[in-house]
């Protein structure tokens, strides 16, 4: 797994270090795009049985929704109607701008 700069650590990541923050991280940047747990996995380093488990833990909390299947992957995205997906996403940019304004 390659060493990420402090530059490169996702908002969420920046103030909760675990593996959830930088799936979400990425979720709610990318959230007009569907990912598979295996897409996910590469973006955020992270390997692929904590990837699955982190994204069925965000499907059961309905963070995250399954979009539709390509063969056997399956591919999840953001659930924008969810109530808490907009609050992460608030939070997200929220400590997003909080880090540019001290830079």
Do not use: P, W
Not at 4 to 18: D, I, M, R, W
Not at 35 to 56: A, E, P
Not at 71 to 100: D, M, P, V, W
């Amino acid at each position: 797994m390659s060493q990420t700069t402090k530059s490169e650590v996702g908002a969420l990541e920046s103030v909760f270090s675990c593996s959830e923050s930088r799936v979400l991280d990425h979720m709610i940047t990318f959230r007009d795009f569907d990912y598979s747990i295996s897409d996910i996995s590469r973006s955020v380093d992270i390997g692929f049985k904590t990837t699955l488990g982190v994204v069925h833990k965000l499907e059961r909390q309905n963070v995250l929704v399954l979009t539709r299947q390509i063969g056997n992957a399956k591919l999840y995205k953001l659930n924008s109607n969810s109530t808490q997906a907009k609050s992460l996403s608030k939070l997200c940019f929220e400590i997003a701008k909080n880090r540019i304004a001290q830079n």
